[in-house]
């Protein structure tokens, strides 16, 4: 018996349905270790966008990194140089650096690649805070009285004459890492040392901001910060957050931030301008912007402007209400498209949950009742049992994050408060031992 065979069915194939049309791309250039990598991820997808990660952490257990582009950046120059000869010519729609350390090299690699970018001069102005003081001082824009001081230098001649109270800082770390009040030239050498001390330990620093530090007065009041998207030099204020707890030092750890801002109008206004004004000082002129201020004196006093969006899992308040992220608005300027940003409802705030003292930390106990707060959004528990935690000025991270909404500022302060309230952080010493030379921990 004969098989009959079936005729086989030819399938005509249009030139576009024969293969999917490519993506446009966009380089993401992070840290090899950045948690702010993931929302970008997002962003880039959720616009119809090819993310395309570069960094150093070739062997990363993230997929996007291991198998994006790796590259060495000791210098912004030479890793932009590097990056675009990776490329080898591939069309590229935009350049976002992702975390504080990036941003110089995408700013090269975009001014590169012939897009939307910040100059790279700006780029570094936006991180080096000797030079943005130095800047913002010689546009006339009111900064404190500030010096750069030399760790290779004898140090009680330099602080002599300092204005007291005084703030020592490394001239680019982020988070308040490392920032100490001083109120008498003996307090000043001490904390002088302490940094300088962390700053030695600190591989990622190049040796200029591990030799020197930035002395300037200390300016009372309080603090606000601002987040902003710069369009053509022109900045677009997305949320102004108060800071409810004053930051007097000796430490300046940050926790809660409130947004809208219950200042008085004016005051919200010359907060802006000022912030305005810094950009075009520094030569910023597109995409997000970070700014630290004091109201002071009736005036806003510039503490930071960064080219970089809110650091931790900040940015989801800018989510609340507007269903739009902020690393959307990022990617999206960044390929030179202008995404409608909705008016938020009602009021939002996080608190930055601190850490109150070092230890091996073994639980974190009432997370259940705080939760159970009203108008509480979210709790995250971000560091894992048995981590190390290192309190400021020489810690770099915070316990976890908690989110609330509500109708109005107050009802946000209140809910963050009582949740913290509930919680109770449990942890055990850490005793170090000196083994042949080395330090070897062991937890108790």
Known sequence: MRRLRRPRRRLRLSASSERAPARPAVLLIAPASSYRLAPYL????????????????????????????HVRMEDARSGAERIVQALGGRPIAGVVGTDDATVPVA???????????????????SRRKDLARARLQAAGIPVPRH??????????????????????KPLSLSGSRGVIRA???????AACARVGTMLRGDDALGAEERRYLLAEAFVPGPEVALEGML?????????????????????????????????????????AQRVQQ??????????????ELRLHAGDAWIMEVAARTIGGQCARLLGFGTGRT???????????????????????????????????????????????VRYIEDLEISVREGYELVPLPEGSSYLGFIFARARAPEQVEAALRQAHSH???????????????ESVKRKE
């Open 147 to 168: 010096r750069r001081l030399d760790l290779h230098a004898p140090l009680n001649v330099q602080v002599r004459d300092l204005p007291y109270p005084s703030v020592v």
């Open 231 to 271: 369009r053509g030099g022109r900045l677009q204020v997305l949320a102004l957050f108060d800071k409810p707890d004053p930051l007097d030092g000796p430490y300046f750890e940050e926790t809660y931030y409130v947004t809208p801002s219950r200042h008085p109008a004016a005051d919200q206004e010359r907060v």
């Open 278 to 291: 810094a950009c075009a000082a520094y030569g910023l002129r597109e995409g997000p912007v970070h700014a």
């Open 326 to 372: 902020l690393e959307d608005l990022v990617v999206s300027r960044a390929v030179g498209r202008d995404l409608p940003l909705p008016d938020g409802d009602g009021a939002a705030g996080v608190l930055m949950i601190p850490i109150a003292r070092a230890g091996s930390l073994r639980r974190v106990e009432g997370v259940l009742a705080a939760r159970g």
């Open 423 to 437: 919680l109770n952080i449990v942890t055990a010493p850490v005793f170090r031992l000196e083994k042949r030379g």
């Open 107 to 125: 700013a090269q690699v975009a001014g590169q690649l012939g897009l939307v970018h910040n100059p790279p001069g700006a780029a570094l102005l």
């Open 183 to 189: 109120d008498d030239p003996t307090q000043m050498q």
């Open 42 to 69: 997002q962003a880039a997808n959720g616009l119809g966008l090819e993310p395309i990660v570069v960094s150093e952490g070739e062997h990363s257990l993230v997929g996007a990194v291991s198998s994006g582009i």
